[in-house]
């Protein structure tokens, strides 16, 4: 279990990438008091961090009433990090981590951004939730597992809101071109495991179908 508890931490940092969500929230909050940036990062984060808790609780069952199987869900999440690491490593945004331009724009517009874009995509983006489901389908539904990656989300959840909270000393200190550094080291950890997420949903699916087979010819 602490194997389990240090590998899904690892994902979820990079996935997550607290440092890189510094620049970001500072650049859309630039204009707002040091009471309403903690606000917001505390609300955003709260928000974020109930959607996490609802993938990890029901996204198994969720998978298992849409008829997808683990196999399929690997590959096809595999490849969606794979995209968010490109994402990293070039520094480039396309809405699978931080909003597009559009979304920036109508996002600076609005006076509360807790919710959009803070918490969705910023916390719990796609990557994210897809890294959920990934670790605890991987492992079943076992309370021990779910437990693990709760306490996961809580540590991933605390240190992005310290990141919101200092953020403006934070980009005083790196800067855009220190965030971005990294984020493009980060991508490649990523780059690197979302490969192995293909390559185990690849192989669990030809293991099945090879289980299946023998029974499809009796029958």
């Keep these: 279990m602490p194997d389990l508890f240090v590998d899904s931490l690892i994902i979820m940092l990079v996935?997550?990438?607290p440092v890189g969500i510094a620049p970001i929230f500072a650049a859309l909050t630039h204009e707002e008091s040091p009471d309403v940036r903690r606000r917001t990062a505390i609300r955003g984060t709260l928000i974020a961090g109930a959607i996490l808790v609802v993938f990890a609780l029901v996204g198994d069952t969720l998978l298992n009433a849409l008829g997808i199987g683990m196999p399929a869900f690997q590959i096809a999440g595999g490849l969606l990090l794979f995209?968010?690491?490109?994402?990293?490593?070039?520094?480039r945004p396309s809405g699978v981590r931080s909003p597009t331009a559009r979304e920036q724009k109508e996002a600076e517009a609005k006076k509360d951004i807790s919710v959009f874009p803070l918490a969705i995509p910023l916390i719990a983006g796609p990557g994210?939730?897809?890294s959920v489901l990934l670790m605890v389908g991987e492992q079943g539904a076992d309370p021990m597992v779910i437990g693990t990656v709760l306490a996961v989300i809580l540590v991933v959840l605390i240190l992005t809101l310290a990141s919101l909270l200092f953020s403006v000393r934070i980009m005083a200190f790196m800067g855009e071109t220190g965030a971005n550094v990294v984020s493009r080291v980060l991508g490649v950890i990523l780059a690197a495991l979302a490969i192995q997420f293909v390559l185990n949903g690849w192989q669990e699916g030809f293991m099945f179908i090879e289980e299946s087979a023998p029974r499809m010819l009796t029958v």
């Design 15 to 17: 996935v997550v990438d």
């Design 83 to 91: 995209l968010l690491a490109v994402d990293m490593v070039f520094a």
């Design 128 to 130: 994210a939730l897809t």
